[in-house]
């Protein structure tokens, strides 16, 4: 079963920042953070993970809280191809297979 | 630009016949996956492979098997198709050092 909490659907003004939490208590020491997204009839997509420290790439910022035990994805300004259903995954070593909740279903709004 | 590919788009077959889906990965990696997804219950893994000729039951293995004969080439049997094995599969593939999986575009199989 999955081991992350997440609000089962959000909605976001086009240009602005989507900020989608993500709730792992569970974690521990050398455990993983993953966040993918599926977009409509395609296969999920890697977006970012983290281990205990900030991290930001070219399609999102990962912001993880002091205790671990959260962490929200930010989408700097989501445009409406940022319409997806994004998955936190975790607490995950890295190198194992991946458990997949329900994800959050993120609607960007004209 | 790395690349999973899956035989088949959309697939349609009757009740009892054996189906074959593969999957080929293009970056030599170690890991391979197969999952299938259905509404309202999400991902659920399949069967996963650490290595050729490797291979571990996931979370709902009944009803299927697979083959890994060559480090790029994973394939997905459902010796005998039943209804409620219509769905939608996807593979995936990761790196033993790294942290991305990498999925197919999927196959939507409906079984009559």
């Known amino acids: 079963d999955a081991k992350t909490t997440q609000p089962t659907s959000m909605d976001c003004a086009e240009g602005r920042a989507a900020n989608l939490p993500c709730n792992h208590s569970?974690?521990?020491?050398?455990?993983?953070v993953y966040w993918y997204r599926q977009i409509h009839s395609q296969g999920p997509q890697y977006i970012i993970h983290?281990?205990?420290n900030n991290e930001t790439n070219e399609m999102a910022s990962l912001i993880i809280t002091e205790d671990r035990k959260s962490s929200t994805l930010i989408l700097p300004h989501a445009t409406l191809r940022d319409t997806a259903v994004y998955y936190c995954?975790?607490?995950?070593?890295?190198?194992?297979?991946?458990?997949f909740g329900k994800g959050t279903r993120l609607s960007v709004i004209a | 630009d790395v690349k999973v590919t899956q035989s088949s788009r959309y697939l349609v077959k009757r009740t009892g016949e054996k189906v074959f889906l593969e999957c080929v990965q293009d970056m030599d990696h170690e890991n391979m996956f197969w999952y299938r997804q259905d509404p309202g219950l999400g991902l659920r893994l399949i069967y996963f492979s650490y290595d050729v000729k490797m291979k571990e039951k996931g979370d709902i293995p009944e009803g299927y098997s697979v083959s890994r004969e060559k480090k790029e080439r994973f394939s997905l049997i459902l010796e005998s198709a039943s209804t409620n094995q219509t769905s939608m599969y996807l593979c995936?593939?990761?790196?033993?050092?790294?942290?991305?999986?990498?999925f197919g575009p999927g196959t939507r199989l409906t079984v009559l």
């Open positions: 569970t974690i521990s020491g050398n455990e993983y």
């Open positions: 995936a593939s990761l790196s033993h050092l790294g942290h991305t999986q990498y």
């Open positions: 983290g281990l205990k």
């Open positions: 995954i975790g607490p995950n070593s890295g190198n194992t297979p991946l458990v």
